[in-house]
């Protein structure tokens, strides 16, 4: 059974640094897209960063790139969310999510990765509050 399982959130103030975790537990998979979710209260869950695993190639939001660094830690399987610079429209609760075995072209992952039907599995969520 695949678990996932993040940590990390917290309050800090704007500028601020905070840094996700993300572990997986019975996964077996080796090629597949680890993703970072986001959804503020009355809005609609938005895509924040994702990674190929297997591949290191990411992705960003528009919102975030530049700030936020999506990272992994094989020997742990544990996916990473760096996230500096924090401004107050960062604040929401963080999902992490991942794929069942997935093999694409890069250009395919570029163009898919923000589409959360792509993703099987999800956590339970990491709230991030960020005050001015």
């Known amino acids: 059974q695949v678990q996932l399982v993040e940590s990390g959130g917290g309050s800090v103030q704007a500028g601020g640094s905070l840094r996700l975790s993300c572990v997986a537990s019975?996964?077996?998979?080796?090629?597949?897209?680890m993703g970072w979710f986001r959804q503020a209260p009355g809005k609609e869950r938005e895509a924040v960063a994702a990674?190929?695993?297997?591949?290191?190639?990411?992705a960003y939001a528009d919102s975030v790139k530049g700030r936020f660094t999506i990272s992994q830690d094989n020997a742990k399987l544990t996916v990473y969310l760096e996230m500096n610079t924090l401004k107050p429209e960062d604040t929401a609760m963080y999902y992490c999510?991942?794929?069942?075995?997935?093999?694409?072209?890069?250009?395919?992952?570029?163009?898919?990765?923000?589409?959360?039907?792509?993703?099987?599995?999800w956590g339970q969520g990491t709230q991030v509050t960020v005050s001015s």
């Open positions: 999510a991942a794929t069942r075995s997935r093999v694409v072209a890069t250009s395919y992952f570029g163009l898919l990765w923000s589409s959360q039907n792509e993703y099987a599995y």
């Open positions: 019975g996964y077996s998979y080796r090629n597949y897209w």
């Open positions: 990674m190929y695993i297997g591949s290191g190639v990411t």
